[in-house]
């Protein structure tokens, strides 16, 4: 999820100098973050969008292809269209 607390658990999470990557589409305008924590813990927050979506989806679905056994760990769950709320 894009939540406010999905970010905050992400910076609280990061080892000492770690990075967090955030990216997607944002359920809010502004997301606090704990600016203790921040200094305290001196991590990299790094965010952004995926810019040329057909050409990485292409790379992502040949990597999948070429390596099926990685997706049982990746996958959990599916639905079909009529359970997706």
């Known amino acids: 999820g894009h939540q406010v607390a999905t970010l905050t658990h992400a910076v609280e999470a990061a080892a ?3 990075t967090v990557f955030y990216f ?3 359920d809010d305008d502004s997301y606090p973050i ?3 924590t921040m200094l305290r813990n001196n991590p990299t927050l790094k965010a952004g969008v995926t810019m040329d979506r057909a050409r990485v989806l292409a790379k992502a679905d040949a990597f999948a292809s070429a390596h099926p056994g990685l ?3 990746y996958l959990t769950h599916t639905f079909g269209i009529d359970e997706v709320q």
Do not use: A, E, I
């Open 71 to 73: 997706l049982d760990r």
């Open 16 to 18: 000492f100098g770690g």
């Open 34 to 36: 704990s600016m203790r």
């Open 24 to 26: 997607g589409v944002p």
